[in-house]
């Protein structure tokens, strides 16, 4: 089984591409950092790694996804391998990301919290407010 999930953050805003061809496709490549386990007393160390995202998800990457941003995504390693101009092979690694979703709340992300969110994700509806104004029924 090929599968894999990694929480880390973006080391840049993501690189969206579009194929050539009758129906052109969105392609999106970013860099996860994710932390690595630390053991006690040692310092924490990141692996950085190479994902890519075909479709939709690309879509979604280049609206919503940008450097800084934690995320959790899933998807199964690809590897592969090219010759280079000096006819070097090279070896390459990354992760096929077939589901990715925010790990932390906006709020968060963007260095600022919500007061009226402070105790949690729900805040208080004042006693006076009548029912008809409320955005949900």
Do not use: W
């Not at 392609?27 to 007393?41: I, M, P």
Request: hydrophobic residues 35%.
């Amino acid at each position: 089984m090929n599968k894999v999930i990694l929480m880390g953050r973006l080391t840049r805003d993501p690189d969206i591409r579009y194929t050539q061809g009758e129906t052109a496709m969105a392609v999106a490549r970013y860099t996860l950092a994710v932390d690595r386990y630390r053991k006690s007393g040692g310092d924490q160390q990141a692996d950085f790694v190479s994902c890519v995202v075909f479709r939709k998800g690309a879509e979604f990457a280049e609206k919503y996804l940008h450097q800084g941003l934690k995320l959790l995504v899933s998807g199964h390693i690809r590897t592969g391998s090219y010759v280079n101009k000096e006819g070097q092979k090279v070896y390459t690694t990354e992760v096929v990301v077939t589901e990715q979703e925010f790990a932390e709340k906006k709020a968060v992300s963007s260095g600022f919290a919500r007061p009226e969110a402070a105790d949690g994700d729900f805040m208080d509806i004042p006693e006076t407010m009548d029912e008809e104004e409320l955005p949900f029924r």
